[in-house]
């Protein structure tokens, strides 16, 4: 059983502030990446007590460098750096038999989730798919869809498991930490979080060998509609093949083939930085 594995770094337990996830950081970073590579290996120790025989981890935090290869558990490969093609689902292929989401948020349009964001705050406003609004695990999905993979299990704030529970029927979920604003929360403490994050990927691992993890179900053509900061940044969007901009600060990008939305979105989030001023 292959299990592969996006981790980001603002669900997980202890993290509250940029500066515990951004190299600029200094101590608070190092600190922050300690925590965040804890409930990697957990959610990969997990995995393989509940009998995968491969894990695959793609880091999908900032510049998607964050870990010491040399202390990631269990022998996992780790897809790593800038610019993949796949951004945060680099790595997900047909030939794997179920994702995990470790660490992950809440979206920038919902309810206060700590450190929320779609991909880019400078950029995204909210996003929808279906007409159902989503966060990064939303717009994921769509990639997990494509190659008939199911989501299951996801680890975070309680908000990031609202969001994502719709595309993953049968899937295992660790709340990590209690949100009361964007910038504070109720953290478990790092060891607990761990040990349910272990306790939940071994569980989602036998659900999977079980068949009784489905796939996010996302229905075809599919609409993936975003909603930018500025009228510039939705004119730049179009540039990207399959945009079309719906209204003044609306896009979308419709499809059959999910993963050419997904790889389309991917576009506009890189070309709409320059919008952006960055």
Same mark, same amino acid.
């Given at each position: 059983?292959?299990?592969?594995?996006?981790?980001?770094?603002?669900?997980?337990?202890?993290?509250?502030?940029?500066?515990?996830?951004?190299?600029?950081?200094?101590?608070?970073?190092?600190?922050?990446?300690?925590?965040?590579?804890?409930?990697?290996?957990?959610?990969?120790?997990?995995?393989?007590?509940?009998?995968?025989?491969?894990?695959?981890?793609?880091?999908?935090?900032?510049?998607?460098?964050?870990?010491?290869?040399?202390?990631?558990?269990?022998?996992?490969?780790?897809?790593?750096?800038?610019?993949?093609?796949?951004?945060?689902?680099?790595?997900?292929?047909?030939?794997?038999?179920?994702?995990?989401?470790?660490?992950?948020?809440?979206?920038?349009?919902?309810?206060?989730?700590?450190?929320?964001?779609?991909?880019?705050?400078?950029?995204? /406003? @909210?996003? !929808? #798919?279906? *007409?159902?609004? &989503? +966060?990064?695990? =939303? $717009?994921?999905?769509?990639?997990?869809?494509?190659?008939?993979?199911?989501?299951?299990?996801?680890?975070?704030?309680?908000?990031?498991?609202?969001?994502?529970?719709?595309?993953?029927?049968?899937?295992?979920?660790?709340?990590?930490?209690?949100?009361?604003?964007?910038?504070?929360?109720?953290?478990?403490?790092?060891?607990?979080?761990?040990?349910?994050?272990?306790?939940?990927?071994?569980? /989602? @691992?036998? !659900? #999977?060998? *079980?068949?009784? &993890? +489905?796939?996010? =179900? $996302?229905?075809?053509?599919?609409?993936?509609?975003?909603?930018?900061?500025?009228?510039?940044?939705?004119?730049?969007?179009?540039?990207?093949?399959?945009?079309?901009?719906?209204?003044?600060?609306?896009?979308?990008?419709?499809?059959?083939?999910?993963?050419?939305?997904?790889?389309?979105?991917?576009?506009?989030?890189?070309?709409?930085?320059?919008?952006?001023?960055?």
């Amino acid at each position: 059983m292959k299990i592969w594995i996006s981790f980001d770094m603002e669900g997980v337990a202890g993290i509250v502030d940029w500066d515990q996830c951004r190299p600029s950081g200094g101590a608070r970073y190092e600190l922050g990446c300690q925590l965040m590579l804890a409930e990697v290996n957990a959610a990969i120790e997990g995995a393989i007590a509940g009998g995968a025989t491969e894990v695959v981890l793609n880091d999908s935090h900032g510049t998607m460098a964050n870990l010491d290869p040399r202390a990631v558990a269990g022998n996992a490969s780790y897809i790593a750096g800038r610019h993949k093609p796949m951004y945060m689902m680099q790595g997900l292929d047909e030939t794997v038999d179920a994702a995990f989401f470790v660490g992950y948020h809440g979206s920038i349009s919902g309810q206060p989730s700590t450190l929320s964001h779609t991909y880019n705050p400078e950029v995204f /406003a @909210a996003a !929808r #798919v279906n *007409g159902v609004e &989503v +966060g990064e695990s =939303g $717009i994921n999905a769509l990639v997990a869809e494509h190659f008939g993979v199911p989501i299951a299990f996801l680890s975070g704030d309680a908000v990031t498991w609202e969001q994502t529970a719709t595309f993953a029927p049968g899937g295992v979920h660790v709340v990590t930490k209690e949100s009361l604003t964007r910038f504070s929360s109720a953290n478990l403490h790092p060891a607990e979080s761990c040990r349910l994050i272990r306790e939940g990927a071994e569980e /989602a @691992a036998r !659900r #999977v060998a *079980g068949g009784a &993890v +489905g796939t996010p =179900g $996302i229905t075809r053509p599919a609409t993936l509609e975003l909603d930018v900061q500025t009228g510039d940044m939705a004119e730049v969007a179009t540039w990207a093949r399959g945009v079309e901009r719906v209204a003044e600060r609306t896009v979308a990008i419709s499809g059959e083939d999910l993963l050419a939305v997904f790889r389309s979105f991917v576009a506009v989030n890189y070309i709409t930085r320059q919008a952006g001023g960055r």
